[in-house]
C-alpha cells in the first residue's frame, strides 16, 4: 500500500512513523520542576545529534491540549536534566513511568524507581540505568504547534556515566548493556540477539 500523507489524519500519520521507525532508543530522562519536584519520563524519538560537541536530541509530540509535558516545562524553568539509558531489567518499571500523574507527584515514586544524586546537575539519575548522560538544554526548535506536531530538544552533554562493568578498552560493550528500544503501538525489541558484522 502506498499512502499519500496529505490524506491522512494525524493519527493515521503517527501510526505510520511510530510503527515503521523502530527500533528506536529510550530517552528516560529526569528533571527537577522550579518546585523541587523530580519528573521522570521516557520519550522514544531519540538520537545522537553531534558527537563534537557532544548532543543529544530528543522530540516531543505535542499534546492534544497543546500543552507541554513536564520535561520539556522543566527544561525551559531549569535547562537541567539527565537522560538515562533503559535497560531491560527497568523495562517495566519505564513504562510506569509513561503514566500521566499530576506534576506534583514524581514519577519515581508513583513506579518505584530507585535514584541518585547526578554528578553536574540538579536533577536525581535513575541508579539502575547502565548509561546516564547529564545534560543542560541546549536549543528548541518547534516544528510546528497543531496536536501531534513537534518540539525537538537539543541538550548539550556535560557529564556520562557508564556502568563499570560496560567498559572495556574505552568502549561500552554492547553485548552486555541490554538496552530496549521501541516498536510501534505497545511493543518493545530486546538486544539479547545483538549480533555484529564488520564494515567493508
Not at 149 to 162: A, E, N, Q
Not at 169 to 185: F, H, Y
Not at 191 to 200: A, C, H, I, N, V
Amino acid at each position: 500500500m502506498n499512502f499519500n500523507v496529505s490524506e491522512l489524519g494525524n493519527q493515521e500519520k503517527y501510526r505510520l512513523l511510530n510503527g515503521g521507525v523502530t527500533p528506536r532508543p529510550i530517552a528516560w530522562i529526569s528533571t527537577c520542576s522550579k518546585e523541587g519536584i523530580d519528573n521522570l519520563a521516557p520519550y522514544s524519538f531519540f538520537t545522537v545529534a553531534s558527537c563534537n560537541p557532544p548532543v543529544l536530541l530528543y522530540t516531543q509530540v505535542t499534546q492534544r491540549s497543546g500543552i507541554d509535558k513536564d520535561t520539556l516545562q522543566n527544561l525551559k524553568d531549569t535547562g537541567e536534566c539527565v537522560v538515562n539509558i533503559v535497560s531491560a531489567e527497568l523495562l517495566e518499571k519505564m513504562n510506569a513511568t509513561s503514566a500521566s500523574i499530576h506534576n506534583e507527584h514524581s514519577e519515581f515514586e508513583h513506579a518505584g524507581v530507585e535514584r541518585i544524586a547526578s554528578s553536574t546537575v540538579t536533577p536525581s539519575s535513575v541508579k539502575g540505568s547502565p548509561v546516564r548522560y547529564e545534560c543542560t538544554l541546549r536549543e528548541i526548535i518547534s516544528v510546528g504547534d497543531e496536536p501531534a506536531s513537534g518540539t525537538v530538544v537539543m541538550l548539550d552533554v556535560k557529564s556520562v556515566y557508564v556502568r563499570d562493568d560496560l567498559y572495556d578498552d574505552g568502549l561500552i560493550n554492547q553485548a552486555l548493556i541490554d538496552s530496549v528500544g521501541k516498536m510501534g503501538g505497545d511493543g518493545y525489541s530486546r538486544t539479547s540477539d545483538y549480533l555484529e558484522l564488520e564494515r567493508p
